[in-house]
């Protein structure tokens, strides 16, 4: 009788895009939510203001389909820079900007240290438990 070769290890960071793309819809609901505040506040949703606000909405949908290619993360940083640049005609979209850009720079910050222990072979799921090491 054969045995079944033992799974292959997990990647930690398979779902690293699933987490930045479930981010980035957060975020477009979040940023469309304030068109109401741009209506009122921003000289409306016709204005230069209202036009941006929609633009980096759809931005942040479309990025979410492209989180596979090397330039889309730059490009989800250059977004929230976008909005925290807009504290000067509306601080309300600004702050969304400032929140969001925190998660980013945390979620990356943890993909580094996956990274980092992945190197040092130091995560749990590289660890072989004791049962698999008195079976060989």
């Avoid at 690293?16 to 505040?37: D, N, Q, Y």
């Avoid at 977004?79 to 925190?102: E, N, R």
Wanted: glycine content about 8%; overall charge positive.
């Amino acid at each position: 009788m054969s045995e079944t070769p033992p799974p292959p290890p997990k990647d930690p960071m398979k779902g690293f895009r699933g987490v930045l793309s479930g981010t980035l819809i957060m975020e477009a609901i979040t940023v469309a939510l304030a068109l109401p505040v741009v209506n009122k506040l921003g000289g409306g949703i016709t204005s230069a203001t209202g036009w941006t606000v929609i633009g980096i909405a759809v931005a942040l949908l479309v990025l979410c389909g492209l989180l596979k290619h090397v330039w889309a993360v730059p490009v989800v940083l250059v977004l929230q820079v976008a909005l925290i640049a807009m504290a000067f005609v509306l601080p309300a979209i600004a702050i969304i900007g400032v929140l969001f850009l925190a998660a980013f720079v945390w979620f990356l910050y943890l993909r580094r240290e996956v990274a980092r222990r992945m190197a040092a072979g130091t995560l749990p799921s590289q660890q072989q438990s004791s049962s698999q090491q008195q079976q060989r």
